[in-house]
């Protein structure tokens, strides 16, 4: 088993949290693709403005994924992101793969970035819980960057709320 970093937590705790990180670590990931799958689709009025946003949205994500599985490694524990365990774990409704109007995807990113970031919320109340500040921190993080980002993309259409 990997080095535990992180050694001030209780056992039972950094399994936990360990757990805990790998659970939005998977949703990060898939909302990433969803992002992804919408910039490389879009079509209409206002495209590249959304294009160009969704990579800068894209990136945010992948940051906020690469904290929590660095997280994960130095709890000792193995960091899960395989497209297999996305797949297979992830809590986000599967995103339409049929939709091209910027309005339909603008849509369809809020509809799951809210459901993203009520998830990390209940993820930095079960840090707290635990006792684990610094992971709090990150999943606070990684909620203030997501909201902001729901904001942007919402911004793009009256409809998307």
Do not use: C
């Amino acid at each position: 088993m990997p080095q535990n970093f992180v050694p001030f937590l209780k056992e039972n705790a950094r399994k936990d949290m360990i757990a805990l990180l790998n659970e939005r670590l998977v949703d990060t990931i898939d909302l990433t693709n969803a992002v992804k799958q919408a910039h490389w689709n879009l079509k209409g009025v206002g495209f590249i403005g959304v294009h160009e946003l969704l990579d800068d949205v894209a990136a945010h994500l992948r940051d906020g994924a690469d904290m929590m599985a660095e997280r994960v490694a130095m709890m000792g524990g193995m960091a899960q992101g395989t497209s297999e365990t996305v797949a297979e774990k992830s809590s986000l409704t599967a995103y339409p793969t049929d939709i091209v109007s910027v309005e339909d995807h603008v849509k369809e990113l809020v509809k799951r970035f809210n459901e993203y970031s009520t998830n990390v919320r209940k993820a930095i109340e079960a840090a707290d819980e635990a006792g684990d500040e610094d992971s709090a921190d990150l999943f606070t993080e990684v909620s203030r960057t997501a909201e902001k980002d729901a904001w942007f993309i919402g911004s793009n259409s009256a409809k998307a709320a």
